[in-house]
């Protein structure tokens, strides 16, 4: 190993040790609460729909409709897609009240010209 390769090593092992030693210095920090959350109770058409909140995968229709789902108040943005229908995007927002929301896919029709 090279002089070089041991004092980078070094320079490295010292910064992150002195990182470490600030942050456990640190007595006013506090993790972060976790955000009020709310309730949506989905009813997804067609069941195999995959169903995305702010880009996270949730489960497919059938896993999901009538079961109430925690999510953060605030504005999302929920996602459907299923092979052979339109994608469906929803802007939802979330309060401290259940909101229902009942989202239908539209099928892909058939090419005009096979």
């Excluded at 992150?16 to 942050?23: E, G, L, S, T, Y």
């Excluded at 109770?41 to 059938?62: F, H, K, N």
């Amino acid at each position: 190993m090279m002089m070089g390769d041991l004092f980078r090593r070094a320079a490295v092992l010292a910064a992150a040790a002195a990182v470490a030693a600030a942050a456990a210095s640190c007595s006013h920090y506090k993790p972060s609460t976790k955000l009020p959350q709310g309730k949506i109770v989905l009813e997804i058409t067609p069941p195999e729909a995959r169903v995305y909140i702010d880009e996270r995968l949730q489960g497919t229709g059938s896993m999901l409709s009538g079961k109430p789902l925690l999510i953060s108040r605030g504005k999302h943005r929920l996602k459907a897609v299923a092979d052979g229908y339109f994608p469906r995007y929803i802007e939802i927002t979330v309060t401290e009240s259940v909101k229902k929301l009942k989202v239908e896919m539209t099928k892909i029709p058939p090419p005009l010209y096979p």
